[in-house]
């Protein structure tokens, strides 16, 4: 086991992923790949596919800088002269890129990622411009719409859809065969993580129509380091470095985005790449141009990945052999179903007015302060209430008081009286000296 593997393990632990990938490059050359999955009835590994949200983004503004390249458009282009009917014509290329155009957002409607997307027709007629925040280049504004309206305005000029585009004129170049707009059939399925419950529920994976090249793409941590490299070098047949080198600039008044591209900052030098997310996924992609190393992390969860951390964590690894050496014990769902008695108890109690979370897993209910996330607590399961494991309880039995209509009213262990509001008016008053007294 390496560095790279703990560093690996330590992220899925940290965010409860149900399964992540990740890969680094060093100058250039793939040098490592790992895979941490506890799936209970899929197999995934570093060449499963994932969806990768919003880094399809960069691949939507390579688009647009090789139409600016060969004349066939100018960065301050007003995107109405492109897209006719959209509400926000004077909006500029150059702003749209930069989420400094103004634009609301989301598009009007219900939660665009989580359902099948419309026509481009109807998603111009929904967003007539009424849903503006700024004026434009009055601040940064991240913006789905916005790279929306781009995509369009690639697949208007070349006169095909923004995804044949994107696998004859990047795709194909590049060699990225991996990279899919539907899910293949070796994916890693999308998945939420019951923050009290600790079991896993099925995210949808939606065509998201004229919103794809916003965020639809499925690809691989192989596949994402060859555009990672692309990113820092480019390619004859599909954009220069200088252009590149104009992407990768900070755009005012940002300083943490460019043209299409996030710039992260990483002790004293800048990575250039994207994050992505959406319902089921995360994904982290970021290079050094300037040394060509680079880091991709995919995970299948909707929330977690700590996305911006990812690149300093698995940068400053290597391929020794780790501190811990594969002795992080990973994170696990749930394997049972949650018991009815523990099911009806989870969520957020108050002792006073201090905040406790309370989480089923490793069949004990734990008991966690909601301002450090210390663990403070663990009972186990006693006839009809529980009885403490570990902690300041240890021996005592934790009672559930129900009221009039079978309800949890309030828990109540040793004179501690836990309820679901602060001080609740229908329970009786908090008792018990301070938990660290």
């Known amino acids: 086991m ?5 560093a690996l393990a330590s992220l899925q632990v940290a965010g409860r992923l149900p399964s992540v990938s990740a890969a680094v490059a060093r100058g250039g050359t793939p040098a490592w790949e790992g895979c941490v999955s506890v799936l209970p009835d899929v197999s995934v590994t570093t060449a499963s596919a994932y969806r990768i949200g919003s880094i399809t983004k960069t691949l939507t503004a390579v688009l647009v800088l090789q139409l600016r390249d060969e004349g066939r458009l100018a960065l301050d282009d007003p995107i109405g002269r492109l897209v006719p009917g959209t509400g926000y014509a004077d909006a500029t290329i150059r702003d749209l890129l930069a989420h400094t155009a103004g ?31 700024a004026g434009p280049g009055a601040f940064y504004h991240y913006s789905n719409l916005g790279f929306a309206l781009l995509g369009e305005a690639v ?24 990279t899919t707009y539907h899910p293949p059939a070796d994916h890693a399925p999308g998945r939420s993580v019951d923050h009290f419950a600790h079991t896993l529920s099925a995210e949808p994976h939606a065509d998201t129509g004229a919103m794809a090249p916003a965020g639809q793409l499925w690809s691989t941590v192989g596949d994402l380091l060859r555009w990672a490299d692309f990113l820092a070098t480019g390619h004859p047949d599909v954009l220069s470095a200088a252009t590149l080198d104009e992407m990768s600039a900070p755009a005012p008044p940002a300083q943490s985005y460019g043209l299409g591209l996030r710039l992260l900052a990483q002790g004293e030098r800048t990575l250039v790449g994207h994050t992505g997310s ?27 990945l700590g996305a911006e951390q990812v690149p300093e964590l698995l940068l400053a690894a290597s391929g020794a052999a780790g501190p811990g050496s594969g ?3 990973p994170w696990r769902p749930s394997a049972r179903p949650v018991p009815a008695i523990v099911g009806e108890v989870l969520g957020v109690w108050f002792w006073g007015n ?7 897993r490793d069949d004990e209910l734990q008991v ?24 300041y309880h240890r021996g005592e039995r934790l009672r559930v008081h129900r009221r009039a209509d079978g309800a949890p009213g309030h828990l109540e262990v040793a004179t501690f009286v836990w309820t679901r509001v602060p001080y609740d008016p229908q329970a009786p008053i908090p008792g018990g000296p301070a938990p660290d007294a």
């Open 354 to 360: 201090t905040g406790l979370g309370l989480e089923w």
């Open 155 to 178: 697949a208007r000029v070349r006169g095909a859809s923004w995804w044949e585009i994107v696998r004859e004129r990047l795709l194909g170049p590049l060699g990225m065969t991996a």
């Open 2 to 6: 390496t560095a790279y593997d703990d």
């Open 327 to 329: 002795e992080v014990a």
């Open 278 to 304: 959406m319902p089921g996924f995360q994904a982290s992609l970021f290079v050094d141009r300037s040394t060509r190393d680079a880091v991709v992390a995919l995970a299948d969860a909707t929330t977690g």
């Open 368 to 391: 966690r302060d909601l301002r450090s996330g210390t663990l403070e607590e663990r009972f186990r399961i006693d006839g009809d209430g529980f009885v403490g494991v570990d902690g």
């Open 103 to 133: 634009l609301q957002s989301e598009p009007v409607g219900p939660w665009w990622e989580r359902v099948d997307g419309g026509c481009v027709a109807e998603l111009l007629a929904a967003n007539d411009g009424s849903g503006r925040v």
